[in-house]
């Protein structure tokens, strides 16, 4: 862990594998900068950039990125939930600002205790706030734009207080440019019991089930035209399919999953497989990082060791 760039306004730099703030557990090196302040984040974003969250939607190849990787730490990844009395109707209640840096999971708990409503639905998704928001992340039972009111957003032009009707959101879909950085939001709740959220909780967890609980980055294709991907990866015979150390899990064939030491040759192998053999087109529902290494056959992309059907 070397210090690789001093920083004029005191960010912490490393040099650090990637694959520790992936879910998937895959990922080279890059140089990462922790920023906590809005200063450390312009000087970060000054020079090529990617923004990394919960890292629960990327497989980052094995040599890692050239890019600056920011991360929003310190007061970034803080949470304020004490009701704004002077922006808050009896109807809304609107919170502090919560850091875009702030693990997901850890706040829908939190609102559940306050008996606080509106964003439960959003449960079980391993992100960070600023990346769930950027990605309206969601299920069927209730998505991210369901609880906010101001979003503030780091972009090229300087810092932006914006709320959703600025925005072009939809499903699935901030309307947020790539590489604009959600710094922070102001949620909009709905006063509820502990009890009644557990319970849409539990609803929206009992969905995810036949999900399977290792190292993954989620599901891998989108649903074509009504389809399940995971049915159509069923069907082409691909469960249980290993390459190296990456697997089409038997749980759920939409999900590739890290048996241990995988890279990202072994998953990219996997979606090229799953792509060669599914009759239909299919649309990835995770990034690549860097994305140019989508079939490229880029050396750090090869797979290790042939495919072993089980
Ligand atoms: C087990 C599992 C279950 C999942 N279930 C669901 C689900 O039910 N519904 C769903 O929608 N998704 C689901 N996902 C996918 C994933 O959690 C979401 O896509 C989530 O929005 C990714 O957020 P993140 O913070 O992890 O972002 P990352 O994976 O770190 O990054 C994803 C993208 O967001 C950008 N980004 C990250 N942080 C910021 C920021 N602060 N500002 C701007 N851009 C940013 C990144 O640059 C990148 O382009 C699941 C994933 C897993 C592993």
Not at 237 to 250: M, S
Request: hydrophobic letters at 40%; proline letters at 7%; glycine letters at 14%.
């Amino acid at each position: 862990m070397t210090v690789t760039a001093p920083s004029r306004t005191g960010a912490r730099v490393e040099r650090l594998p990637l694959a520790r703030f992936t879910t998937l557990g895959v990922g080279g090196e890059a140089e990462v900068w922790f920023v906590s302040d809005h200063a450390q984040l312009t000087e970060a974003m000054e020079q090529p950039y990617r923004i990394l969250g919960g890292g629960s939607n990327l497989v980052i190849a094995d040599g890692g990125v050239l890019e600056r990787v920011i991360r929003l730490s310190g007061p970034l990844a803080e949470r304020d939930l004490d009701i704004d009395p002077e922006l808050s109707t009896d109807d809304e209640l609107i919170t502090g600002w919560v850091g875009g840096g702030v693990p997901l999971p850890g706040l829908i708990r939190a609102l559940q205790k306050l008996g606080l409503s509106n964003l439960e639905g959003t449960v079980g998704i391993p992100a960070q706030v600023g990346g769930a928001v950027w990605m309206n992340a969601g299920t069927r039972y209730g998505e991210m734009f369901d609880g906010l009111h101001t979003l503030e957003i780091a972009t090229p032009e300087g810092l932006k207080v914006v709320t959703p009707g600025d925005l072009r959101w939809g499903y699935r879909d901030s309307g947020i440019p790539r590489n604009h950085i959600v710094t922070r939001v102001r949620l909009k709740l709905r006063r509820s019991t502990p009890e009644a959220v557990l319970e849409k909780m539990t609803l929206a967890d009992t969905a995810r089930k036949g999900q399977p609980k290792m190292k993954t980055p989620g599901c891998a294709f989108k649903n074509p035209g009504g389809m399940g991907a995971g049915r159509l990866i069923d069907e082409a015979g691909l469960k249980g399919t290993r390459v190296g150390n990456a697997l089409i899990a038997p749980e759920h064939a939409n999900f590739i999953v890290n048996l241990g030491g995988a890279t990202a040759g072994d998953v990219h192998a996997l979606l090229n497989l799953i792509r060669q053999r599914v009759g239909v087109p299919l649309e990835l529902e995770y990034e690549l990082w860097p994305a140019e290494l989508e079939g490229s056959g880029h050396p750090h992309m090869v797979p290790q060791q042939g495919v072993q059907p089980e």
